[in-house]
């Protein structure tokens, strides 16, 4: 099983107009501050030997001035050293919304799988997801919203419950029609009243 | 129908049992004493390679000396006999048989058990098992279990069919069933599900006019994407209620993505019930209190709890439970209701709901109240607490709830909490179709249960899913 390249996985996403941070590899700091051009921009090092990327300490986040860029990209870059081969990738930040898991498995006995649940580091913390195979219907995908606790905290009270619907059935769909993809994370996907962001991808696949 | 026809099984005008045995050790033996003992009515034929007569019927030595149609074999003899016990039932025309020895798959015995589907499917002859009780149908009065009735109590007759893989839950469930207010329509233990498995029996039930309720224990689950077709079929005319064994099975250790970590098998399983609309119960009561409510009660027209109780504390615990349900909520009574209750109700009746219409209330004040609530409107479904233990509450109140239940086209359940005096009661309230609780917190999940069975279903088939 092999880790999807990151602008691979982005442009499958967005095969099912799935949205996500604008990234791009970069090779150089400069690389990295002409992409940022004076917005806000997270590195990350990208490796197959290192799943877990926060873990591996290969995140910097929130990036700006051009000495914090040329900074972060030196850190990653000593450390990603140790799990050659390996990329760097520029991403614009997306802040200021709820952080959320959409993702996918396939079940020896039911087959493929899609989950929804509070994301990023609340994840483990408080396993709160629901879970449906796939393909799943509008009715499954309410369901699954309704079955969370954190359910009103991830709609905004509803609000962007039909855009967490759509999302949902955008994702089942491409998890069913790509039998090779073992296993999906989206996460975080940061979710605002009206609009949503897939902040992280992995897809793990034959 | 669509998948194997186990009518001749459960409804069989004629039985043969391979292995039938003199020696009451024997499980051989037990099946055919139990045959004698249910009053079965159809032919039984008893095949034994040795004996010339058991139990004063005649023996053959095998089944294809019969000569006569067979609608049901039942073979207990030893594993390694099973096969061709099972081509002679064959080539005899026997429609359908339940192999009840075990050595099988269970330990490993997977050729032998190869061996037994291929001639199930050569003759197209549906087979249960191996390694399994059989089936009970208290109205065609079949019982292939081989637990002795004096040990096993067997249930009435009823609406709720038990499904269950395990023989030992099985049974077990199957004696509590005895002891509760409802009856049983079938008992189907399949074992191994060599050849017929859970979803022959769940399309079967469907169909099942005499099955009201279907509750089943599962383990493991082989063919998986049509599981999930066959529970969303009996689901939309019927409710199914599930136990599922093996569920401390954690996600995958070392996962490469969270969502492998968060959704284990277990979840998977959880997930799949969910979404065929299968009610999940958490243990063995609640599969029991769950079956009690579906069967005995009708579709409620929504949430609304209306409460009332001969004691203040047990009020207050109903309350409390459906407050932390989070699916039902206290009925508002109207004018009209509290107006008229005023009324009728002693002064120091505080008109609310819950009612509390206090500890000397007999049967004539119980029957008045609740004669006026069920007409509010707003009202959705009754809560009643009676305490046998209060100086008005004797058989008569029991006889009255009986008799309002019977009026009643809203769900109506009894909470009776205490000992010898109280369990006489409820056996009264039972018998006359009306569930008893012992606690608030399990009569008011079972209207949970009850009212988002419902819910779902009407919003699924709005929705065509």
New interface residues.
């Given amino acids: 099983m092999a880790l999807l390249d990151y602008i691979e996985a982005q442009k499958l996403l967005l095969k099912y107009s799935i949205k996500s941070a604008p990234a791009k590899y970069v090779s150089t700091p400069g690389d990295a501050i002409s992409f940022a051009n004076g917005r806000r921009i997270a590195l990350k090092g990208i490796s197959n030997k290192a799943l877990h990327k926060s873990k591996a300490g290969l995140v910097r986040l929130d990036l700006v001035s051009d000495t914090e860029i040329s900074k972060a990209f030196s850190e990653i870059k000593a450390i990603a050293s140790k799990f050659a081969p390996y990329k760097i990738l520029a991403q614009q930040m997306s802040t200021g919304g709820v952080e959320i898991i959409i993702g996918g498995r396939i079940d020896p006995q039911f087959g493929k799988l899609i989950l929804i649940g509070l994301g990023g580091i609340y994840v483990e913390a408080f396993k709160d997801f629901s879970l449906r195979t796939c393909p799943i219907t509008r009715f499954d995908a309410e369901e699954m919203l309704a079955e969370l606790r954190s359910g009103d905290v991830i709609t905004y009270k509803g609000k962007n419950r039909s855009g967490m619907i759509n999302l949902l059935m955008k994702t089942s769909k491409m998890l069913n029609d790509n039998d090779w993809i073992q296993e999906l994370d989206l996460n975080p996907v940061i979710v605002k009243p009206e609009s949503y962001d897939v902040v992280d991808i992995r897809v793990l696949g034959d | 129908m669509t998948g194997l026809d186990l009518k001749p099984m459960l409804k069989p005008r004629s039985v043969a049992i391979i292995g039938a045995s003199r020696d009451p050790d024997k499980v051989g033996h037990v099946i055919l004493q139990n045959y004698i003992n249910a009053g079965y009515s159809g032919k039984i034929y008893v095949v034994n390679n040795k004996a010339d007569e058991i139990m004063g019927i005649k023996a053959y030595r095998n089944i294809r000396d019969i000569k006569a149609g067979i609608d049901l074999a039942v073979i207990a003899i030893p594993a390694e006999f099973v096969p061709d016990a099972l081509e002679d039932c064959g080539k005899a025309g026997v429609k359908t048989t339940i192999v009840v020895s075990g050595g099988f798959a269970e330990i490993g015995k997977n050729d032998l058990q190869e061996r037994l589907v291929q001639v199930a499917r050569k003759y197209n002859m549906p087979t249960l098992g191996p390694n399994c009780l059989g089936v009970m149908d208290p109205r065609s009065r079949i019982d292939t279990l081989f637990l002795p009735t004096y040990k096993l109590s067997r249930p009435s007759v009823g609406g709720v069919s038990f499904v269950s893989q395990s023989g030992a839950v099985g049974s077990t469930i199957l004696d509590l069933i005895s002891s509760e207010g409802f009856g049983l329509s079938k008992f189907i233990s399949y074992g191994n599900a060599a050849h017929i498995d859970e979803i022959d029996v769940l399309d079967y039930l469907m169909h099942d006019d005499e099955t009201k309720v279907v509750i089943m224990y599962i383990e493991?689950?082989?063919r998986?994407?049509e599981f999930?077709e066959a529970a969303k079929r009996i689901s939309r005319v019927k409710p199914v209620i599930v136990l599922k064994g093996g569920k401390t099975a954690v996600g995958m250790a070392a996962a490469?993505?969270?969502?492998?970590a968060?959704?284990g098998?277990a979840?998977?399983y959880?997930?799949?019930f969910?979404?065929a609309g299968f009610i999940i119960a958490d243990d063995i009561s609640e599969l029991l209190y769950y079956a009690k409510i579906m069967e005995s009660e009708v579709p409620p027209a929504g949430n609304r709890v209306a409460i009332i109780t001969n004691g203040g504390g047990a009020g207050v615990l109903a309350t409390d439970a459906v407050g932390m349900s989070g699916k039902l909520k206290l009925a508002e009574l109207s004018k009209k209701t509290i107006g008229s209750l005023a009324k009728i109700m002693p002064s120091l009746v505080n008109v609310r709901n819950p009612l509390d219409v206090a500890g000397d209330a007999d049967e004539k004040r119980y029957g008045s109240a609740l004669s006026l609530l069920m007409q509010d409107g707003g009202v959705d479904m009754f809560l009643v607490i009676a305490l046998f233990q209060t100086p008005g509450a004797d058989s008569k109140l029991a006889a009255r709830l009986v008799d309002l239940k019977q009026k009643m086209e809203k769900p109506l359940v009894v909470v009776s909490i205490g000992a010898e005096y109280t369990k006489m009661h409820r056996i009264i309230m039972e018998s006359g179709g009306v569930p008893v609780y012992d606690s608030p917190v399990d009569a008011v999940k079972s209207l949970a249960a009850l009212y988002s069975y419902y819910t779902l279903r009407k919003?699924?088939s709005k929705?065509n899913?």
Avoid: F, P, Y
Avoid at chain 2, 256 to 260: C, V
């Fill in positions: 493991g689950i082989r998986g994407r999930l490469r993505s969270h969502t492998a968060l959704a098998d979840q998977a959880e997930a799949v969910r979404q919003a699924r929705s899913v």
